[in-house]
């Protein structure tokens, strides 16, 4: 009984904190209603709606990574004294 009154509780708080989470602050803030104006601009021109060209590209910036690691110089270890 005492566990199922914890989750109540619990319950209720996360209910109540949800409209403090939602309180559309970026609304009274415009510092932030630009950022996130701006924010969302570039996510919609980094949008690639074909996912095999964004497939390919980091199938091949990772070749690139993986590439560029393996041609470096090996570091040596510290040796513990």
């Given at each position: 009984?005492?566990?199922?009154?914890?989750i109540?509780?619990?319950?209720l708080?996360?209910?109540?904190n949800?409209?403090?989470?939602?309180?559309?602050?970026?609304?009274f803030?415009?510092?932030?209603?630009?950022?996130?104006?701006?924010?969302?601009q570039?996510?919609e021109?980094a949008?690639?709606p074909?996912?095999?060209?964004?497939?390919n590209h980091?199938?091949?910036?990772?070749?690139q990574?993986?590439?560029?690691?393996?041609?470096?110089?090996?570091?040596?270890?510290?040796?513990?004294?």
């Open positions: 009984m005492n566990v199922v009154k914890i109540l509780v619990l319950g708080i996360v209910i109540a949800t409209g403090i989470v939602m309180a559309n602050i970026a609304h803030d415009e510092v932030w209603a630009k950022r996130a104006q701006r924010a969302k570039n996510a021109k949008y690639d074909n996912p095999h060209h964004v497939a980091l199938n091949h910036k990772t070749h990574a993986h590439k560029a690691h393996k041609e470096s110089k090996p570091r040596k270890m510290p040796r513990n004294v």
